[in-house]
Nanobody, 126 residues
């Protein structure tokens, strides 16, 4: 089992920045990919960004490309999402997720992820 705990959410004005962190514990050696998803009220959970735990390759949703940066610290078992130039439409609950599948590209389908954090709220005021 892998446990994921997110932190760093909050309220920010449009154009501002937030930094989300996710700490993994447990069987972290089984993690192949870490991803961030978000879910706004009444909407589906959607992919935001992902990073391969080993090689560090990344992939972003078009909606956040150029504004968000995902990174990882393997020694600290932490993945971070730096969010800049935030827009009101970025407001959502953000979830950290872990995928154990080694021989796969960074998945954008939430069903492909095996473990989830509890989520952290991001609110962006206009």
């Amino acid at each position: 089992q892998v446990q994921l705990v997110e932190s760093g959410g909050g309220l920010v004005q449009a154009g501002g920045s937030l930094r989300l962190s996710c700490v993994a514990s447990g069987r972290t050696f089984s993690i192949a990919t870490m991803g961030w998803f978000r879910q706004a009220p009444g909407k589906e959970r959607v992919f935001v960004a992902g990073i391969r735990w080993g090689g560090g390759s990344t992939y972003y949703a078009d909606s956040v490309k150029g504004r968000f940066t995902i990174s990882r610290d393997n020694a600290e078992n932490t993945v971070t999402l730096q969010m800049n130039s935030l827009k009101p439409e970025d407001a959502a609950v953000y979830y950290c997720a872990a995928d154990r599948a080694v021989f796969r590209r960074i998945a954008t389908d939430s069903n492909e992820y095996d473990y989830w954090g509890q989520g952290t709220q991001v609110t962006v005021s206009s």
